[in-house]
């Protein structure tokens, strides 16, 4: 009888180190699992990481066109200011006003690129003086901005028109060539706007200038 029980309590062992064994391999099975699922969780984000990546990708042209930009902007805001006090047409003046309004947001809009992209925005005029970076089609020379500060009433109006048409064009050949050759989506869009916008008022302005 003695020798019956332990043959059962051996068996009774054994088989619960079996199911015990079993237990375990599958607990193993789970947590291996887990890992093929985390896997496969990490290489799920990974392509929403790049296409978010891929949603920001730039190039030197719009690095370029940015920081040009910026600068060809500010001098016409510079422009812009100028007309407070000297345009003696209403006309003028209220067309200043909508260049800086427009511009103004614009600056702090490419600058936020720039900072994004790890490049440096460009210094302001009154750091670098008037001539900045004249080979940017349409800018104006320090000696013309000098004029255009000491000119008032009609003479100004002229000036700053004559001189804002010119600068214009140059914004739309630099937009043009962002949106031949640039790759960051919000910039050629940008460039798209400038066009729109700055033709426009070229037409304004020649109008005004009587050649319209």
């Known amino acids: 009888m003695t020798a019956h029980r332990r043959l059962f309590r051996r068996t009774a062992l054994t088989a619960t180190a079996v199911a015990a064994a079993l237990v375990l391999t599958a607990c193993g099975g789970d947590s291996d699992s887990g890992g093929h699922d985390m896997g496969s969780m990490n290489s ?6 790049s296409a978010s990546a891929k949603a ?4 030197d042209a719009d690095v370029s066109f940015a920081t ?29 006003t909508k260049i800086k309004g427009a511009q103004d947001p614009e600056i702090k809009t490419m600058s936020g690129w720039l900072t994004s992209w790890g490049e440096e925005v460009p210094e302001a005029a009154a750091d670098m003086g008037h001539d900045m970076s004249s ?4 800018m104006m020379s320090g000696e013309d ?3 255009l500060e000491k000119a008032s009433g009609t003479e100004f109006d002229k000036m700053f028109l004559e001189m804002m048409v010119e600068h214009h064009e140059g914004a739309i050949e630099m937009a043009k060539t962002e949106k031949a050759d640039g790759k960051y989506g919000p910039a050629t869009k940008l460039a798209d706007d ?17 050649k319209g």
């Open 194 to 210: 400038v066009i729109t916008a700055q033709t426009a008022e070229i037409e304004q302005m020649n109008k005004l200038l009587g």
């Open 145 to 147: 901005m000098a004029e």
């Open 135 to 138: 080979d940017m089609p349409g």
């Open 68 to 96: 040009e930009m910026i600068q060809h902007h500010r001098q016409a805001v510079d422009m812009a200011e100028l007309a407070d006090g000297r345009a003696a047409s209403q006309e003028v003046e209220d067309l200043a």
């Open 56 to 59: 920001g990708d730039h190039n």
């Open 44 to 49: 799920d984000s990974s392509p929403s990481a």
